[in-house]
């Protein structure tokens, strides 16, 4: 069963800091493109950063760039997220996905809808 687990959510002030946490199981990690998402009530899913291999360098939307940090463990089967100078707009349920990279191409994309293996999420709540 192919699966992914999300934990370190939490509330924590503005300007304040999280790291979350995204645990794979029942595949190879190495082969896999993560992607980070979040979505706030009444609003869209949206991508926040993306890395398709160990090697490769992430991709950040606009809104986060500089803030927050991707990052991969294929050994330990799993990838983060370490947000910093968090702000109340980044408030939202965060999401981590995975789609199948056996070309272990460098390149990854903040679309939803290219990731077929989604976690159940953690809540991020940023307020003072």
């Known amino acids: 069963q192919l699966q992914l687990v999300e934990s370190g959510g939490g509330l924590v002030q503005p300007g304040g800091s999280l790291r979350l946490s995204c645990a794979a199981s029942?595949?190879?990690?190495?082969?896999?493109?993560i992607g980070w998402f979040r979505q706030a009530p009444g609003k869209e899913r949206e991508g926040v950063s993306c890395?398709?291999?160990?090697?490769?360098?992430?991709t950040y939307a606009g809104s986060v760039k500089g803030r927050f940090t991707i990052s991969r463990d294929d050994a330990k089967r799993m990838v983060y997220l370490e947000m910093n100078s968090l702000k109340p707009e980044d408030t939202a349920n965060y999401y981590c996905?995975?789609?199948?990279?056996?070309?272990?191409?460098?390149?990854?994309?903040?679309?939803?809808?290219?990731?077929?293996?989604w976690g159940q999420g953690t809540q991020v709540t940023v307020s003072s």
């Open positions: 996905a995975a789609v199948p990279n056996p070309s272990m191409s460098r390149i990854c994309v903040l679309f939803p809808r290219e990731y077929n293996i």
């Open positions: 029942g595949f190879t990690l190495e082969y896999y493109a």
């Open positions: 890395i398709s291999t160990s090697n490769s360098r992430p």
